[in-house]
């Protein structure tokens, strides 16, 4: 498991800028599993962070400073791989690339349901799981980013919604406020046997960001030709050994099911318009999110800690911002 005494914060002198360049002052940075497998030695799929580098995270911030007024014009707010930093240089053209907030959007939404986390979620499921009318939607995760936010697409798609959380609060948080249809707390009650309950005809989508024995479990209540979509695994990520084995992957065989992974960086062409999609989506009240938000870049390493202990509700961000 990750802990506090992996990281110190550092304090280093903001460089100077160069031709191109422009100086983002970072307001919050997001905290998200995949930065686990970031600062592993193996990496995933972008290189491991360096012992001694800044951790890689998306951040949103302000452009104080700037010798390139046109790609960057001082003022405006951009989202970016910022790191856990309070300064970033920006150079030009940069790839993955720097995404130019929209005037009057709030600093958070990017790192929410504006940004990656809302395009994964509804890349996930419209272009991988595509629930359709009358279906039932199962997602894991469910009071996270992603999950929460694939669950209400997939009610607007007309499916029947379980979500799978970690507490009763998450519980009630899905269903009370998003609408889910149902929720199920895997640490105080059997997943299959509430599964059998709610989904007696069986879970035509399994949209799992856990892995590992919850994706086990749900395997075994497939209906005929359902889909699983991996989008995450985060039951994993903090493991010595190998993850445990898949016992039931038979029941994909014998309900003609699928399971298929997929990576957003594979649908980036599709970004600003899934993007644009989900803003107006949340202007007109149909998808609904909160933010976590720690106060200090000194708890960037406590908030990965606290992501991967649950201890958060919707999603988890730091405010990088020196106290004022």
């Known amino acids: ?33 995949t930065i686990r497998g970031w600062i592993d030695e193996r990496g995933n799929y972008m290189a491991p962070v360096a012992i001694g580098e800044a ?11 700037t010798n390139n007024p046109d790609e960057y014009p ?6 970016a791989l910022t790191g856990w930093q309070q300064y970033r240089v920006l150079q030009p053209n940069e790839n993955p690339p720097v995404t130019r907030l ?21 890349i996930g499921v419209e272009e991988v799981a595509k629930p359709r009318a009358g ?11 992603v999950g929460s936010v694939a669950g209400q697409i997939a009610k607007l798609r007309g499916a029947t919604v379980i979500g799978i959380a970690g507490s009763s609060a998450k519980c009630a948080w899905v269903v009370d406020d998003l609408g889910f249809d149902a929720c199920i707390d895997y640490k ?3 997943v299959r046997a509430r599964l059998k309950e709610l989904a007696p005809k069986g879970v035509d989508v399994f949209f799992d960001n856990v892995g590992g024995e919850l994706l086990d479990a749900v395997l075994t209540r497939l209906a005929r030709n359902a889909r699983v979509v991996l989008c995450g695994d985060i039951s994993t990520y903090n493991l010595d050994a190998a993850p ?13 099911a699928s399971m298929a992974g997929f990576n957003t960086l594979d649908h980036w ?19 609904k999110h909160r933010e976590h938000v720690l106060e200090g870049i000194d708890q960037c390493g406590p908030g990965l800690v606290r992501l991967f202990n649950g201890d958060h509700l919707g999603k988890l961000v730091v405010d990088v911002r020196p106290p004022s």
């Open 74 to 79: 001082l003022g405006a707010a951009y989202m």
């Open 269 to 287: 062409e599709k970004y600003f318009d899934a993007a644009a999609q989900l803003s107006t989506w949340v202007g007109e009240g149909k998808i």
């Open 55 to 65: 951790v890689r995270a998306n951040g949103v911030g302000v452009v104080v400073a």
């Open 244 to 256: 445990p084995p898949l016992r039931n992957h038979r029941y994909l065989m014998g309900r003609s």
């Open 102 to 122: 929209p005037e009057g959007m709030e600093l958070t939404g990017p790192l929410n349901v504006g940004g990656h986390i809302g395009v994964t979620a509804l």
């Open 1 to 33: 498991m990750v802990t506090d005494d992996c990281f110190e914060v550092v304090e280093r002198p903001v460089s100077e800028l160069g031709p191109g360049e422009a100086l983002l002052e970072v307001h919050y940075v997001g905290i998200d599993p």
């Open 188 to 190: 105080t009650e059997d």
């Open 135 to 145: 279906e039932t939607f199962v997602v894991s995760a469910a009071a996270s980013g």
